[in-house]
């Protein structure tokens, strides 16, 4: 599925009566996660075990 069909899908399954900011919430939602999966196709990303270490030492920061 493009990322255009997983936009309109997901619009098409919001209340009818949505307001703009939340369409435009649920497409940067799927364009986040388009962009992690890219970032982990590159090798760049984080897996969970690192995102998390990371986020522990944040947040005990």
Do not use: F, T
Not at 29 to 48: D, H, K, P, Q, T
Request: charged share 40%.
């Amino acid at each position: 599925m493009s990322i255009k069909e997983r936009a309109m899908a997901a619009i098409e399954n919001l209340p009818d009566d949505s307001e703009v900011d939340v369409i435009l919430r649920e497409i940067a939602y799927i364009a986040g996660i388009e962009e992690a999966r890219e970032e982990m196709a590159r090798g760049e990303g984080l897996n969970s075990s690192e995102a998390k270490a990371r986020l522990r030492k944040l947040v005990a920061e």
